[in-house]
């Protein structure tokens, strides 16, 4: 079995929070790592290798050990550096993609037998902002876990990007099986500010981070040795085996020795450890443990701390603290106070033999506001920096949590990773909390259980004739399986459940499509339970059986509701091949410390058959698609995930826009003429995957956003911003940022927190997937868009319908009786019952379109042949929009819709709360641009439109909730009409009420006490001063005296046109005039409140 | 048949059953396609009374109306059944459809002059039906027979392709000596001698009747046929095409060794392939859609010629996606 690749249970550490002092202090700047390194320093015995790049001698070991250097790429030496001379690096990129920095050939002694130290300075170029990882200096050439001898080698220290200029040290150490990876301190890359690091190991598990001279963390490992020697060459300003870690900046006095440096050993060091310093306004039970420990090798003795924060200081004598010994003084944080940063101060004194030694330590706490209500989730499927998810208006990004490992070797839940591990996460989740984000934890266990060969041997799937399948996928029948999908669950939430920033969770993702049928005694006798008889013989693949191939199939191709074979695939596809329950063991551990806010999420929940039950118990199901060729195909995966919610009552449906574009699918060959190619295929020809183009992530936005999904989510950070990413995800466009940015500060912060409370409006109009069709004829969409049922629902849309999807099950529960319209396409076979109801409904009169593929039982009203997409967009679109057209000729003299376009381009939708309409446009004209268009496959550029819209409905008032603005209506002797402008791939979103909106109202007294509680309402009401029956948008403002937004500025939904908010003042708020503005959002009316604070 | 000639046999039938020209539309004050509809539902209720205003709706100038108006006869049964017959000639392709479906249910040989006169229809919908009925005569008789023979000239591939898998001669019931249940030893294998990636023919068959001409005997001349390699989907070496295909290599084989029996190998074919080796068929490898990635294992103990040159033709059928001889082929000599 696989070790773990960092600390074990027992490991203790300890990070010190952050560095008392940016710069080097004064009593480090007299240290001698800032002076050129001489004599005994420079050629004593304990040194290794030193590079000071002096001039003549650039490229020499100064040791005299002969390390010399040869250099690699674009690097060079320079004459500029604090202390000799440097070493001037790059990173690769795709006009140069070698390896850069400089090697020193593999020797017996740069592999350190025991304790020894590595130095260097360094400075940044303003480039390495784009960079993830940039290695200072490699000799082990794998900083990740990999099961291999040679991944497991000697060490490297390199910096890994954190936030805009922030980066964490981290070093690696292998010890011949296995590695550890250690996190040192975050600190300051400022570009042309120079840094000293120093990274020591004692040959026994103990490590120790300095930062210009100061002790900045620390991490022990029980049980570790001298490192593994290696046979990598050293590398310095780079790594060793890889074009993609180059160092853009330059590094000085390069030292490696044996043994600890003196002058960088431990002291006395105060810090918080893994406590959180993050804390929501009002939440109970706030404290942050101060720890003192002696990090020396003498008893400490005489110790006395005092702790200040806020205004109480409180004085403690410590008792005598041997070597590694820990003082913790609990220190209670009022949570009450007003949202702000707070300051923690920490002076510690002792002596050690005789030595007097202090730190003093300012530890930042933070008290953020608490949540509004109703937030629309944006989630970056993936991680990105503080700085641009924040600014690009996401609120969420993925986060790994836990050493799946770990968990499955202790068999209970157990703490989620090791200590040092536990506490940077936890710093990491603190610090998105900070910035008003949240970490949705990405766990997998299910697929790590197959990841290793020995393990796989045991868990995988089997065939028929008990032989482990090739492909890895676990049978998640095993019991031990499903303890140990629980066991992950419950031990990430009771090791980071504490942690408001944990909001949700990813579990698994993309495991299905790999899903087998499975022939263990186990899944045969489950089966047997459930269905009373066995496997059928007949079944093979997971994906049903062709009626064509089975003898004696009904001729009318309606089989039995308890047919044995679809009895099977059922069972197979709900829950027999594991993963249903899997992901609701997760769930469940989740769960089991008591965070039932905390929601988990399967995706893509629809890349199955259309049986309920995908995503067993999660809170949420989701789906990615990518928006070519058509982006209304958005809105079609969206419906399939509604459909398959239906099935579990309470589920709720997100749903992911990809953001990077298949070159196969967009732009498959580059141009032979260079004259021909798009910006980005004259710089990044090598792209694999693109940035979708910018009008298509609008109408894909608006596409999704119609329905009523509880988020949305996006993948491809690496294409979103520029990463500098050469390889896998590359920024080709971008404009496309630009655009989420709008979208999500313009209508999503806005306008989420109402749309979060609209429900769909009841459709007429239904389109059937079946899944008998699926198992007996091969049929189904898979959650791709791009089968023909989903072709149909985008013709539905261009017909200007609003299509509900329905699964048998759907049929069978709930019949058919509210609807008029029955689309079926590919439903070549169909149950006794789906039929039954079928039949009721046509005997009521509704209508049956379908296609050449129809059940025979069924007689469909009107036949919309088939297509086959060609894969040339504008044909294949005009081909479907005609069928669209055709389609209303025929449907028409039966049927009258809710809303209709003069445009065939322009897609509606409708929301509906109480008799309030929300009304979706979106501009779906496009044509070839010169992104990706000259290659033929997308149209990918929007183009203006415009389009009357007319609507049954009589004595509405129309607001533009975007522009929030009354919108003229004309009314007609059929209902209303609107004349509407869009720009490219534009989305409008009206909102129709019975009664017109007059004014708002805030209602709160005119003065309070700081400390006290403040009732606010705030209402939109009509002429009459009623409230309006619609969810309205509101913007409310509180500003204390100095303009300063407060605890609950934000937007709104109020439902019934009324938000109550209870404001907690607090005692250190300002007194003054305060101001409480409400605007709704609807028609732009603001009414301010003014409210004096005062003792 | 023209419309014209439709809607006067459909006239005579409804005066016969004493329908006024009213009921058709032609007089008094217009209804609405969506009234006429409604009305036919209500008379359809109450009996089969209604089957005169029935077939005058099977003329009604909105498809909607007499597709409501051929299902409302359909589900009347046997009663309904001359008025059925005769909407086999109307003009509304999914009328005839829906008539065809109802007198051929359950399909018989009864059936049989009514799929035929389908299978001339125009409208490749109504002969895709045909055919789809014909195929679920049971017996197959001789005069079915020539009906599908007929069916797989259908202009049509989907018609052929129904008619082509009804009529396909080959098959053999294939199972790999490892997978035997009465045997009861172990099994290893020997020798495994790969066949050569390169030098395949290959030709696409969209008619799919390349059997007919014997593209599987050993001595067929394949030279003017494209080459082709196999370990990788044909899409992939420039032919864009879904469907039936055939590939002929030839391999040779050293003096025959020890063994139990000698089986070909294929790492998998996407998605449906037969196989013959020296002319005579070794079997097939159908999962449907489910085996394009799936290895398989013919035997071929009795077909193959040790120490000679040996000709092997494989033809495939690949309905969606990649298609073809993806993976490598060998032969594995077993004990």
Known sequence: MRKLHAAHGAAVTCLLLALSHPGWSADAAQGPWQQLYTGAEATGESVIALWQFLPGQEAKDNSGRGHDLTLRGQARFSGEAPVGGALESFPADSTNDKPQGAIAKDADDLSPTGAFTLEVWFTAKPEMAQYGNVFLLDKKYYNYVKDIPEANWDYCLYLQRTAQNRRRLMASLGFGKDSDFLNGPEIEVEPGTWTHVAFTYDGAGRSRFFVNGVLAGKVFVPGRGPVAPGRYDLAIGDRFGSTHAGFPGYLAQVRISEGIVPYFTGGLLAGVGRARTVFVRMEPNATVPVIISNDSTALLTGGRAQVRFGESTKDVVLPDLPPNAEQVIPVPVGTRVRPDSYTLSVAVSASAQGKDLSVEKEIPITIVPRPLPNPMPVVMWGGGDIERLKAIGFTHQLVSLVYDGKVWEAGKPVDAMPPDQIEQQGKALDELLKAGLSGVVYVHPGTWVTSDEARKATYNRVDRAGNVRSEENVCGNFPEVREFCYNIGASVAQTFGQYPALDGALIHSEVRDGSDLCFHEHDRQAFREAAGYDIPDEVEGKNGLRYTRIKGFPTNRVVPDDDRILGFYRWFWKDGDGWNPLHSEISRGLKSTGRQDLWSFFDPAVRVPDIWGSGGDVDVISQWTYSYPDPIKMGQAADELFAMAEGKPGQQVMKMTQVIWYRSGTAPKLPEDESKRAAWEKEKPEAPFITIAPDHMREAFWSKISRPIRGIMYHGWQSLVETGSTTGYVFTNPATQGVLTELTHNVVQPLGPTLLQVPDRQADVALLESFASQMFAGRGTYGWSEAWEANMHLILQWAHLQPKILFDETVVRDGLDDYRVLVMPCCDVLTESVVRRIKDFQRRGGLVIADEFLCPAIIPDIVVPSYKRTGKAEEDKAALQAKAVALRQELDPFYTRYADSSDPDVVLRFRQSGDTDYLFALNDKRAFGDYVGHHGKVMEKGLPNSASLSIQRKAAFVYDLVQHQAVPAKTTAEGLELAVDFGPGDGRLFMLTSRQIDGVQVKAPSRARPGSVVDVTVSVVDAKGAPLAAVVPVQVEILDPQDRPAEFSGYYGAKDGKVSLRMDLAANDAPGTWTIKATELASGLTKPQRLTVAP | ?335
Not at chain 2, 121 to 134: E, I, M
Not at chain 2, 197 to 214: E, I, M, V
Not at chain 2, 216 to 243: K, P
Not at chain 2, 250 to 269: I, Q
Request: with cysteine; aromatic share 8%.
């Open chain 2, 1 to 335: 048949m023209t419309p014209t000639v439709a809607y006067a046999g459909m006239l005579a039938l409804a005066l016969q059953f004493g329908v006024s020209g009213a009921g058709l539309g032609q007089a008094g004050p217009r209804q609405s396609p969506a009234e006429r509809r409604t009305a036919l539902l209500r008379q359809a209720a109450k009996g089969t009374g209604a089957i005169p205003a029935l077939c005058a709706a099977l003329q009604d100038e909105n498809l909607v109306v007499r597709r409501t108006a051929v299902r409302l006869l359909a589900e009347m049964g046997e009663p309904a059944d001359a008025a059925l017959a005769g909407a086999l000639t109307n003009a509304d392709v999914l009328v005839r459809r829906t008539a065809l479906s109802s007198l051929c249910d359950p399909p018989s040989a009864e059936a049989l002059p009514h799929l035929k006169t389908a299978l001339q229809d125009p409208d490749s919908l109504l002969r895709l039906s045909a055919v789809n009925l014909a195929v679920q005569i049971d017996p197959r008789t001789a005069e079915v027979t020539a009906l599908l023979e007929q069916a797989r000239q259908d202009e049509s591939s989907a018609v052929r392709d129904v008619a082509a898998r009804a009529l396909w001669p080959f098959f053999k019931e294939t199972v790999s000596i490892r997978d035997r249940k009465d045997w009861d030893h172990d099994i290893t294998v020997a020798q495994t001698i790969p066949l050569p990636k390169d030098g395949w023919r290959f030709k696409t068959d969209p008619n799919a009747d390349g059997h007919l001409q014997k593209w599987y005997e050993a001595a067929y001349d394949d030279s003017t046929w494209e080459t082709i390699a196999i370990e990788s989907a044909w899409e992939e070496q420039g032919h864009t095409y879904d469907g039936v295909a055939w590939y002929r290599g030839s391999f040779d084989l050293p003096a025959k060794p020890e063994c139990l029996a000698v089986e070909l190998a294929f790492g998998a074919v996407d998605e449906i392939a037969w196989v013959w080796i020296n002319g005579a068929y070794v079997g097939q490898h159908d999962l449907g859609t489910e085996g394009w990635n799936r290895p398989f294992a013919l035997d071929v103990t009795r077909e193959l010629k040790w120490g000679e040159r040996n000709q092997i033709t494989v033809r495939v059928h690949d309905s969606a996606y990649a298609g073809g001889i993806w993976k490598p082929v060998s032969i594995q000599v077993l004990q």
